[in-house]
């Protein structure tokens, strides 16, 4: 097996992995988000749940998915 071979692999490894990783950061997202429906809007998560969360948001905001809310000044 030649570099360039070695290497072709490598990198259709990773454009698979970058077009899968959004379809699966979304479905993930939309499972989260029907736990957090069920449970109610008084429920305290706990830590791994907040933390879980964050991280969701966090990949969601680096996809340019964010929550869609315009952000406001003061008012």
Same mark, same amino acid.
């Given at each position: 097996?030649?570099?360039?071979?070695?290497? &072709?692999?490598?990198?259709?490894?990773? +454009?698979?992995?970058? @077009?899968?990783?959004? @379809?699966?950061?979304?479905?993930?997202?939309?499972?989260?988000?029907?736990?957090?429906?069920?449970?109610? =809007?008084?429920?305290?998560?706990?830590?791994?749940?907040?933390? /879980?969360?964050? /991280? /969701?948001?966090?990949?969601? =905001?680096?996809? &340019? =998915? &964010?929550?869609?809310?315009? +952000?406001?000044?003061?008012?």
């Amino acid at each position: 097996m030649t570099k360039t071979a070695a290497r &072709g692999s490598r990198a259709s490894k990773f +454009r698979t992995l970058m @077009v899968l990783a959004p @379809v699966a950061l979304d479905l993930i997202t939309r499972y989260r988000a029907s736990q957090k429906a069920k449970r109610g =809007r008084f429920y305290q998560p706990s830590r791994r749940e907040k933390m /879980l969360d964050s /991280l /969701l948001d966090q990949a969601n =905001r680096r996809f &340019g =998915r &964010g929550n869609n809310t315009k +952000r406001r000044g003061f008012f």
